[in-house]
């Protein structure tokens, strides 16, 4: 079992940043894919970024340029430094960690970012 918190969100203006933080405790963090996904009201979850441990990052074509993803394994902890925010990057951002070789997956309780003027 996995427990996740995120903590970062909030209000801010476009071209404005933010950097979300995901704490996890309770297992093995290093054998997790560590990711972010994004849902925007009456929209689907979507992938925004993920990284594997010790591996290459990937982003949505969206935020790529603007998004970076980063791990701490000492630390527990995944980031998410969001540059040049756009309205349309509005929505609860979830922290998620998965092991799909083991069936692992969980996710946080998610964290508002809200772009606005």
């Known amino acids: 079992q996995v427990q996740l918190v995120e903590s970062g969100g909030g209000l801010v203006q476009p071209g404005g940043s933010l950097r979300l933080s995901c704490a996890a405790s309770g297992s093995i963090f290093s054998i997790y894919v560590m990711g972010w996904y994004r849902q925007a009201p009456g929209k689907q979850r979507e992938l925004v970024a993920a990284i594997p441990s010790g591996g290459n990052p990937n982003y949505a074509d969206s935020v790529k340029g603007r998004f970076t993803i980063s791990r701490d394994n000492a630390k527990n902890t995944v980031y998410l430094q969001m540059n040049s925010l756009k309205p349309e990057d509005t929505a609860v951002y979830y922290c998620?960690?998965?092991?799909?070789?083991?069936?692992?997956?969980?996710w946080g309780q998610g964290t508002q970012v809200t772009v606005s003027s």
């Open positions: 998620n960690a998965n092991r799909k070789a083991w069936g692992l997956n969980y």
